[in-house]
């Protein structure tokens, strides 16, 4: 859209610095727009999600009830409750307590909700013979859709301006207009006090991977990515831990970035110990790595928020992430990965102004 556009001085206006900064950066390069890579990232050509096709948090809790039903190998444990009340999830596959142990933690912002959808698969396959075999050598724990009020939209603010179609909105924000993944050291919001006290404190965990989505404008080497990565940048943590995130990582990338559709840049992220990438990490010695998922679910800019035609093969993306990383763990491969990717790995920038997501 032109930059003169009332809407994007509305939304210069909301979002500051940050949005007059990038587009100076695109005008002055005079960046078009990048071709789609493979059947991957595309622009926003392709509209709006229209909400209603994601799952709601009563129907992913009652998927997740019918998986724990299914299959023998799944417990299911509520692990505190949201703002409004909602149960948070805890879904484990504990084979053996000497296992490598394996996390993965989605929706810590309401509104990147495909993560979710593909998870939600991954559990599914568990049960299935395609990934059941490798639960002898692995123990895996999920936490899916931390902060259900975000999702739902069932918050303590305003989502008028908001852009998604559907029967609801979805906000980065928990209930209390909080950033839970701002609040890794302090602690204040139960959600956040829930997986500190009953899944980070409680296992004895090696991997976690933190799934997100950013934006839809990033781009490395000019081509619009499908997602990003980075590992804990924090100065807590110790080499030892930091190399297995880059491992872990690692996995990620060979399978992700070899699918065609696939596109993966290097998140630029910060060192704060408030983010679960960093404080995790710091506080468990957890070697964490953030996954960034191009396009959020909804948004009140509209530069974020991608259309549902994307939805294919962002959820199969988080599939990829989930299972690749699962079955390297679990056959210890993870632990010879090799790590110099990260050091050519180019860091995304935007082509439209937008905020880190993380
Ligand atoms: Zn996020």
Redesign the pocket.
Known sequence: MPASSPLFLTQTMKKGACIIAGSALMLGLGLAPAQAVGGGPNNNENGTTNTSILHTYDSMVAELKTQDAMQSALDLEVIGQSVKGRDLYLAKYISDPSNPTILFLTQ??GN?QLTTEGTLEVIKHLGSGRMKDVLKDINILVVPMLNPDGAMGDVNFSLDDYIASGDRHLT?YNANNVDI?RDHVAKTQPEIQALHNNVLSAFNIDYMIDL???GTRSAINGELVSGSILYPTTTDVSEEVREGSKRLGSIVYQNVDSTGWGHLGKYVGGTANTIARNGIAAEYGISTLLF?MRGMSDHYNEDYVLGQKSNGYLRQQTILTLESTIKAVADGSVETADTSFWDTLPEQSTLLGEEA??
């Open positions: 810590q912002h990147e980065r993944n997100h989505h950013q960034e997501d993380e």
